[in-house]
Each structure stands twice: as structure tokens, then as C-alpha cells.
């Protein structure tokens, strides 16, 4: 072992303490540290840790962000989202490979640099975007895949690139009770200290606020539920993991309002009386953790952190922050919990539920960033201001991510009940043939349906909405979420490690050339397993834009049912390619024609 490589792993794990709930974060800072998780720093945990090397082994095998193997000095991953594609990303990823030598998915002979892709990077109105070493550069252009490639070249550090390639802006385009709201960091809690813990806990009662997650579980009986459970410690985590695809309004709260987020964390530590919080930050937006942490110290210098906060005997209360790694699935509250104790972020068996047994076992909140935002709204006016917005079932406004075909993508913030017609005209959209609500778990909303309204009443939502006109091909929608579902199953369940991939695979058939009514049937009855036997939702959703749209856009499929009766995936030309490649050959006879073959 290198004395750097065991420096660089002994000073990361004083950081921590040595503690194995930490073994995530531990990961990431030797691999920041060392460009890579090597053996040789495997071991020095192993023996400072006391932690079997297959423990140490499984958790950073499991995150897509963390290298048991080089992976160059400059880890370039394009973002592989539906609207990427749609703004020519693989045109531009294609395009950087050839400028710079290196194959798709491999690192280049020198060990300087690898070029792949990853899942949606959160930047859905900036794009093309990309992540450097996990940090993100937008607004991607051949000219600035050229000056890229240069500094690259050149070795420059990424302190040396110029500002402008990760410049990331909030785009906040329509604002509301949310957004428009004036800032006053300390101004929540003392209105809260004034109300009481049993005052406080009625207002958000009162409120009717739900979870912006997505689940739109009723935020004050949560909150009431793990301040009634049993157990001396009890936690808050702040669940900034929004991995939906079309999804961002995370990025801009803690970018512009981290300060009404944290208060509602606080708030609820109020409540509950927890004396520790957690803010589990997406790993696409490591660029946030700097700023996120000098927000967190501010907080302290001005004691609304900390120990008697705001002078309140036994009102004691600080925030971690814990950046995730690249897993889809610990957006699910029970993988992240799992993510935070140091381990693979493998959903859990519910019940028991994180109210009662969360982190470590104890009593836990787990809200979404937009529910801890709007908490603080409610502390300062009241539980029946907040209800008074929005519809009788759906209260307060929401942040809808508007992403796709229009000439004004961004964050929109709407009274629940806004019809979707409305959105489209706000944000410049034009021959609109459908919206994607809720990414690709979600649902396809056609024309025809452009009244429908934003609420749990209708179109419940986490937040994505991505638009697509008559240019698009809605198979090839639909065709890009099913590998983003294949690519994030966490592989636990054999029916969703395996059923994703076969459904992928079908998609991708139909695509080829090869479909037929027989490959409708199967996605039925793979959709019926999935929904039956997945562990979690990840599974149960896989299926969904993959009917949504045969449902409401079957000539897109029927164009790719080439033949009557059933017709096997395997193209024997297709997997020739790679021996034409290696030969040179691409003339006639080195083609295989299936049909001139049975005529034979």
C-alpha cells in the first residue's frame, strides 16, 4: 500500500469517526480523494473499520457513482434522459468519444478520461447536460465539447475550467406562496416557539398539507405518528434524492431557499423532539454540498441550530448532509434510510414503517424537500391560510419541473387545480401531443385530456412535466424510460432485476424490427408479475409508460409490428456488425439476408 493511498483513506476516516453507518460517505471521499476505490484502500478500511472486505465490496459495488476499477482521471457521464436525447446529447456524447479517442463505456488507453452515460442529472431545462467528475456542466454545444476536450488535454484541473460550463440557473419562471415569498431565516421558528409544540403540530394539521413526494400522505399525521411512537431518540431526514426523471425543483429550493427548508426540518424536530436531522442530497448535485454546508453554518452562527435554539431550553437540534452515490432507488424512504446506515439502498419490508423503525431502528420522519419548505410557510401564517390555497383535497400550490417542447422550460409554481392546458400556455408550448406527469412512473397525458388538473384528485404528481409534440416518437418516449427503469433496479427482487430487463428487451425488439402481436401479450403478462411480485415500487411502476402509451398512442407501436406471427429477437446480422467492423467489410456478401437464406 501507497502512504498516499493509506494518508488520503486514514484522513477520511477520522472524518468519520470510523463509523461503519458512514461507510457511503466514507466511499465517496476516498474515491474524490484517489480518483478510485483501489484495493489497497479497501484493505486500509478493512483493517481500520473492522468491516468484512465483502461488506466494504457489496456497498460500493451497488452505487453507480463509486469505482472499484480506474475509471480515468476525468469521469465524463453524459445524462441520458428523454429530453437529453431530444436535444441531441448522443450526437454531442458520440461526437466528444471521436475527439478524444476513447470508446463509449471504456476508459481511453492513457487512463485519462471515460466517457458514458448516467440516468437524468436534474437538469432537464439547461440541457444537454453532463456530469465531470460528478459535477455538472450545462448547456453542452459541439464548441463546448471542443474547448472540453482541450482542457482534458491539457490536464487542467476542474478549478481551472472556465465558470460558465457549470453555471446552473433556477429558471423560475412562475411564482406563488412559495417562491414569492419574502425570506426571513429565523422568522418560522419563532413563530412556532410562540404556538407551542401541541399549536404548532395543530396548524399543520390544519393545513391539509401532503407530501410533495408524490404518495401525498397527510403531512401532520406523520409527524404526530413518530412523536407518539415508542423510544428515547427519534430522527428527521430530509429525503433530497429526487431521482424522477423531468424532476429539478429540489436543485432550485436548496439552491435560493435552503433556508426554508432546513427551518422545516428544525420545525419538525420540534415536534417529534429529535436532536439529529439528515439531509440525503442527490449525488448529481454534489455541486450544491459547499453551499448547502456554509447555509448550515450560517444557521449556526445565528442559533437556529444547534444547542437551545433561539434560547429555548432543551430545543437542541443539528443537519447532517449525506450525498448520495447514483441509486434511483433510495428516492424510496426505506433505501434511503438503508443508504444512510452505510449500507446497499435496498428498499425494506413495510411495515414496520420509518415513523416507527427508521434510521437505526428508532422513530423517523422522512419528508420530501418541498413538504419541509411549505412546513415553514405554515408556521409563520397558519395552518388555515395555507388550506385556503389550492383545492379542498389538494392544499397549498406545487412545483411543477416543465421540461421538453417548449420555449420555456423551467419551475412553475401553481395553486393545486391548475389544468394542464394552462401550464402548456404559460411556458410557450405549441402542437402539443402529449405530457408526461410524474416522469416515467407517471402518466401520459394526451391531448384530448389537456383539461385534466393537477391535484391527488386527478394528476397527482412529484413534480416532473415533460412535454412532447407531434416531432416525437412516443414509443421511443416510452422505449427510453424502460431502460431507465433496467438501469436503476436495484437487482434485490428476481422479478424486477430480471423483469425489467426482459421488458427492455422487448422494447428494443420492437424497435429492431422484430415485433408482433405475440411481444403485446408478453409485456401483459410481464406487467402482471411485476405488479404482483416486485419488492418495491420501482417494479410495480416499470410497466406503466409502456401501456400508457399503447393505450393512448397505439399507431406508434403498430408501425413497428412488422409481422403477423411471433418473430425471435435474435438478428444474426445485427450481431455480425462487430466482425464487419474488425474485417472492414460491409459490401453485400458480407451481410446475412434471412430471406434470401429461406429461399435458398
Given at each position: 500500500m501507497t502512504g498516499a493511498i493509506k494518508a488520503a483513506v486514514d484522513t477520511v476516516l477520522e472524518r468519520y469517526r470510523r463509523d461503519p453507518h458512514y461507510l457511503v460517505q466514507i466511499l465517496r471521499e476516498v474515491q474524490e480523494a484517489?480518483?478510485?476505490?483501489?484495493?489497497?484502500?479497501?484493505?486500509?478500511?478493512?483493517?481500520?473499520?473492522?468491516?468484512?472486505?465483502?461488506?466494504?465490496e457489496g456497498v460500493a459495488g451497488f452505487y453507480s457513482f463509486l469505482y472499484t476499477r480506474p475509471r480515468g482521471k476525468y469521469r465524463m457521464l453524459f445524462s441520458d434522459n428523454i429530453t437529453d436525447?431530444?436535444?441531441?446529447?448522443?450526437?454531442?456524447?458520440?461526437?466528444?468519444?471521436?475527439?478524444?479517442?476513447?470508446?463509449?463505456?471504456?476508459?481511453?488507453?492513457?487512463?485519462?478520461?471515460?466517457?458514458?452515460?448516467?440516468?437524468?442529472?436534474?437538469?432537464?431545462?439547461?440541457?444537454?447536460?453532463?456530469?465531470?467528475?460528478?459535477?455538472?456542466?450545462?448547456?453542452l454545444?459541439?464548441?463546448?465539447?471542443?474547448?472540453?476536450?482541450?482542457?482534458?488535454?491539457?490536464?487542467?484541473?476542474?478549478?481551472?475550467?472556465?465558470?460558465?460550463?457549470?453555471?446552473?440557473?433556477?429558471?423560475?419562471?412562475?411564482?406563488?406562496?412559495?417562491?414569492?415569498?419574502?425570506?426571513?431565516?429565523?422568522?418560522?421558528?419563532?413563530?412556532?416557539?410562540?404556538?407551542?409544540?401541541?399549536?404548532?403540530?395543530?396548524?399543520?394539521?390544519?393545513?391539509?398539507l401532503r407530501g410533495r413526494g408524490g404518495a401525498g400522505f397527510a403531512t401532520g399525521l406523520k409527524w404526530e405518528a413518530c412523536r407518539n411512537a415508542p423510544g428515547e431518540v427519534h430522527y428527521v431526514v430530509c429525503n433530497a434524492d429526487e431521482g424522477e426523471p423531468g424532476t429539478f425543483k429540489d436543485r432550485v429550493l436548496l439552491t435560493s431557499y435552503a433556508d426554508r427548508v432546513l427551518a422545516g426540518m428544525t420545525l419538525c424536530a420540534f415536534v417529534v423532539g429529535a436532536k439529529r436531522g439528515f439531509l440525503y442530497?442527490?449525488?448529481?448535485?454534489?455541486?450544491?454540498?459547499?453551499?448547502?454546508?456554509?447555509?448550515?453554518?450560517?444557521?449556526?452562527?445565528?442559533?437556529?441550530?444547534?444547542e437551545r435554539i433561539l434560547g429555548r431550553t432543551g430545543l437542541d437540534f443539528d443537519i447532517e448532509i449525506h450525498l448520495g452515490a447514483g441509486a434511483y432507488v433510495c428516492g424510496e424512504e426505506?433505501?434511503?434510510?438503508?443508504?444512510?446506515?452505510?449500507?446497499?439502498?435496498?428498499?425494506?419490508?413495510?411495515?414496520?414503517?420509518?415513523?416507527?423503525?427508521?434510521?437505526?431502528?428508532?422513530?423517523?420522519?422522512?419528508?420530501?424537500?418541498e413538504t419541509f419548505a411549505a412546513c415553514s410557510l405554515i408556521a409563520r401564517n397558519g395552518g388555515a391560510w395555507y388550506a385556503g390555497v389550492g383545492t379542498e383535497d389538494s392544499a397549498g400550490t406545487k412545483i411543477l419541473c416543465v421540461s421538453g417542447d417548449c420555449s420555456r422550460p423551467g419551475i412553475y409554481e401553481y395553486p393545486f387545480g391548475v389544468a394542464v392546458r394552462d401550464v402548456l400556455a404559460d411556458c410557450g408550448a405549441a402542437d402539443t401531443q402529449a405530457?408526461?406527469?410524474?416522469?416515467?412512473?407517471?402518466?401520459?397525458?394526451?391531448?384530448?385530456?389537456?383539461?385534466?388538473?393537477?391535484?391527488?384528485?386527478?394528476?397527482?404528481?412529484?413534480?416532473?412535466?415533460?412535454?412532447?409534440?407531434?416531432?416525437?416518437?412516443?414509443?421511443?418516449?416510452a422505449r427510453n424510460f424502460?431502460?431507465?427503469?433496467?438501469?436503476?433496479?436495484?437487482?434485490?427482487?428476481?422479478?424486477?432485476?430480471?423483469?425489467?430487463?426482459?421488458?427492455?428487451?422487448m422494447m428494443?425488439?420492437?424497435?429492431?424490427?422484430?415485433?408482433?402481436?405475440?411481444?403485446?401479450?408478453?409485456?401483459?403478462?410481464?406487467?402482471?408479475?411485476?405488479?404482483?411480485?416486485?419488492?418495491?415500487?420501482?417494479?410495480?411502476?416499470?410497466?406503466?409508460?409502456?401501456?400508457?402509451?399503447?393505450?393512448?398512442?397505439?399507431?406508434?407501436?403498430?408501425?413497428?409490428?412488422?409481422?403477423?406471427?411471433?418473430?425471435?429477437?435474435?438478428?444474426?446480422?445485427?450481431?455480425?456488425?462487430?466482425?464487419r467492423q474488425m474485417t472492414g467489410r460491409d459490401d453485400a456478401e458480407a451481410h446475412f439476408d434471412a430471406r434470401s437464406e429461406e429461399s435458398r
Open positions: 484517489c480518483d478510485w476505490i483501489s484495493p489497497e484502500a479497501i484493505d486500509r478500511m478493512q483493517e481500520v473499520m473492522r468491516l468484512p472486505r465483502t461488506k466494504i436525447r431530444m436535444l441531441g446529447n448522443m450526437e454531442l456524447l458520440d461526437y466528444m468519444c471521436g475527439q478524444l479517442w476513447v470508446e463509449r463505456g471504456k476508459t481511453s488507453e492513457d487512463g485519462l478520461v471515460s466517457i458514458d452515460t448516467t440516468s437524468c442529472t436534474g437538469m432537464c431545462d439547461q440541457g444537454p447536460a453532463m456530469l465531470v467528475n460528478n459535477i455538472a456542466v450545462t448547456r454545444t459541439k464548441p463546448r465539447i471542443d474547448a472540453i476536450c482541450e482542457l482534458i488535454r491539457a490536464g487542467a484541473p476542474l478549478t481551472a475550467w472556465p465558470a460558465e460550463f457549470f453555471r446552473v440557473e433556477d429558471n423560475v419562471r412562475r411564482e406563488d406562496v412559495m417562491l414569492a415569498s419574502e425570506p426571513d431565516p429565523g422568522r418560522a421558528l419563532t413563530a412556532a416557539l410562540a404556538r407551542g409544540v401541541d399549536g404548532l403540530l395543530a396548524e399543520i394539521k390544519a393545513s391539509n442530497l442527490r449525488g448529481e448535485y454534489r455541486y450544491l454540498l459547499d453551499h448547502l454546508q456554509a447555509v448550515l453554518a450560517r444557521r449556526r452562527r445565528r442559533n437556529l441550530l444547534g426505506s433505501a434511503l434510510i438503508e443508504s444512510l446506515e452505510g449500507k446497499r439502498g435496498t428498499p425494506r419490508n413495510r411495515p414496520p414503517y420509518p415513523v416507527t423503525h427508521g434510521y437505526l431502528g428508532s422513530p423517523t420522519v422522512v419528508n420530501n424537500v405530457v408526461q406527469i410524474s416522469g416515467p412512473s407517471g402518466i401520459c397525458v394526451p391531448a384530448a385530456e389537456f383539461d385534466r388538473r393537477i391535484a391527488f384528485e386527478d394528476l397527482p404528481t412529484a413534480g416532473a412535466f415533460m412535454i412532447f409534440d407531434h416531432s416525437r416518437d412516443l414509443f421511443e418516449v424502460v431502460h431507465f427503469f433496467a438501469h436503476e433496479s436495484c437487482g434485490f427482487c428476481t422479478p424486477c432485476r430480471v423483469g425489467t430487463s426482459l421488458l427492455r428487451n428494443d425488439k420492437l424497435a429492431n424490427g422484430h415485433g408482433s402481436p405475440y411481444d403485446f401479450a408478453e409485456i401483459e403478462k410481464m406487467n402482471k408479475i411485476l405488479q404482483a411480485m416486485s419488492h418495491c415500487g420501482l417494479g410495480h411502476s416499470a410497466c406503466n409508460p409502456v401501456l400508457d402509451t399503447v393505450a393512448k398512442f397505439r399507431p406508434a407501436y403498430e408501425r413497428r409490428l412488422e409481422h403477423d406471427e411471433f418473430k425471435p429477437a435474435f438478428d444474426l446480422d445485427r450481431a455480425l456488425t462487430a466482425a
